[in-house]
């Protein structure tokens, strides 16, 4: 059962309800890439299709089996979670590819290294799941994105084993990481990883700046990306979604005393919350701070310290357990991402918003919908919407209502020009707009890579494409 969901929405509803839908008929726990190789020519000859498994957290439907007439065996990476090696001098270290971030994070720091890499399921999620879904971690505008902090290492698939070697840059062609990336357990299973690390940083704070509105912070954020201030990470909130937050922390009477200081200082009901990070020497960090809090200054922010960065960073991972909470109260909570240039942004957030807001308004239903900013790139922005919509009387019902929310929100956000997912992927649930992005030539180009690497169309039948195979094909 725990095999045959992740955690998207609809996956949370069924694990809640009971209605799971399509088992996977075995699961394989393999320690070795021998054992992997031998799980692909027994599925061959088995006739069955493969779902590569790191931690379950995908929130698109990329671990979900279907119902294809053929046996479907799940391949959990769990037990390849070893540091294989380090070269301390070129600062590359060699995972299993089913290490989850607590296991990447334990074994680097005991040798005094970091990877960097945070997304919220940081507690769950797996290297190789990463690499295949192309994450993107809460420091990302330090560490890089996941593209960035993979270097190499080994995929096996049907048609054969691929090793990619590290190089620190390469011009010898198209590179085969970039086909690796992204590949949802399409093209084959990643059994190791190759990734660059980081010496653990001498010092890092999150400090928390108020602005009066969202323009003047929009304004403050796009400068502080564009300056290539050297910050660890920027996260901005709408004034919904940070009035969201003060409400979420409780602490009610502190929280008022603390809204009229802002108020003194003209920050008032339209306030946005940006969090920022300094992380590295001290002196790299005084210098970032200095030049960061001059840019919030010139646009009108307020600094209010570290105290609530500091509270962030002990229950970062924390958040999503909210939505058991809201569960209990006859709530629903989902959310979705994009990425699309500064000049689109504003545009954008206000799309998503108002297409979500109005989607269940004939039902006389009001969703509480709010956004944050959080990967901040030169060119852009990545855009983060959460909402949150009260639950039907029925699985089904509420199933439809999060169906209606996700597809005009998805719908909004192609017709805008903004990718269709900055750091989740595609699974199944985002798989209908890909070909907007990619246009049918880019999406025969993956069919017929997917093809070279898997004749039979064993691996992960439905997922990335909903083309190859076809639904219902068997495996030829
Ligand atoms: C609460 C919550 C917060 C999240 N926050 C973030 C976030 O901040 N940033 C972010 O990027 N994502 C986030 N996600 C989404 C999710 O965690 C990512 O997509 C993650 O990369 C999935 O990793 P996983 O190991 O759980 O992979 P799984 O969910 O197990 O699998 C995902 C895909 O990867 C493939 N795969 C897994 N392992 C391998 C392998 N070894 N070889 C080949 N293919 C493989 C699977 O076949 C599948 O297609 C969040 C999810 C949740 C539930």
Redesign the pocket.
């Known amino acids: 059962m725990r095999h045959a969901r ?2 998207s929405l609809p996956d949370w509803l069924a694990l809640r309800t009971g209605n799971l839908g399509v088992f996977p008929d075995g699961v394989a726990y393999p320690t070795s890439t021998g054992d992997v190789r031998d799980l692909l020519t027994y599925a061959k000859e088995a006739e069955a299709f493969i ?9 698109v439907g ?2 979900t089996p279907e119902e294809r007439g053929n046996p479907v065996l799940t391949i959990d ?1 769990g037990r390849m979670n070893r540091l294989l090696s380090l070269d301390k001098e070129s600062q590359i270290a060699t995972f299993g ?2 290490a ?1 971030g607590p296991d990447i994070e334990a074994q680097l720091r005991a040798q005094g290294y970091t990877l960097g890499h945070f ?3 940081f507690e ?10 192309r ?4 420091q990302s505008l330090r560490y890089g994105r996941i593209e960035h902090l993979f270097a190499g290492g080994q ?1 096996e698939a049907p048609a054969g084993t691929l090793e990619i070697p590290p190089f620190p840059a390469s011009a010898a062609g198209p590179d085969m990481r970039e086909m690796v990336l992204g ?3 399409r093209l ?4 190791d990883v190759k990734l660059r690390v980081t010496p653990l940083p001498e010092w890092e704070r999150f400090h928390v700046v108020f602005f009066p509105d969202w323009q003047t912070a929009v304004a403050a954020v796009r400068s502080a990306a564009q300056a290539r201030i050297p910050l660890s990470m920027l996260r901005l909130g709408s004034s919904v979604e940070t009035e969201t937050q003060l409400t979420f922390a409780g602490h009610e009477r502190l929280i008022a005393l603390f809204e009229r200081l802002l108020s003194w200082r003209g920050i008032r009901v339209e306030k946005c919350m940006l969090m920022f990070g300094v992380t590295g020497t001290r002196v790299q960090c005084r210098t970032a701070l200095k030049q960061a809090l001059q840019i919030c200054k010139r646009n009108k922010g307020v600094h209010t310290g570290t105290y609530m960065g500091r509270k962030w960073a002990q229950s970062r991972f924390l958040a ?1 357990y909210l939505r058991n909470s809201l569960w209990e109260k006859g709530y629903a909570v989902d959310t979705l991402e994009t990425a699309t240039n500064w000049q689109s942004v504003d545009q954008m957030v206000n799309a998503i918003e108002s297409a979500l807001s109005g989607v269940l308004e004939s039902e006389g239903e009001r969703i509480h919908v709010f956004t944050h900013l959080s990967h901040l790139y030169p060119q852009g922005s990545s855009i983060y919407t959460s909402y949150i919509f009260r639950v039907g009387k029925t699985y089904e019902e509420t199933l439809a209502r999060w169906q209606r929310l996700k597809m005009a929100a998805s719908k909004v956000i192609v017709a805008n020009g903004g990718t269709i997912s900055h ?3 595609i ?1 199944v649930d985002h798989a209908p707009y890909l070909v907007t992005e990619k246009g049918p030539l880019g999406i025969a180009t993956i069919e017929t890579l997917c093809r070279q690497f898997d004749p039979n169309g064993m691996m ?1 039948p439905g ?1 990335l494409l909903r083309s190859f195979p076809l639904p219902g094909n068997k495996i030829q």
């Open positions: 992740g955690q779902i590569p498994y790191g931690g379950g957290t995908s929130v990329h671990i990476m590819a089913g989850a997304p919220q399921s769950f999620s797996t290297l190789g799941g990463w690499v295949a879904t994450s993107s971690g809460q995929l590949s949802e357990g084959g299973i990643l059994t999503p750091q989740h992927g699974g992960n997922k």
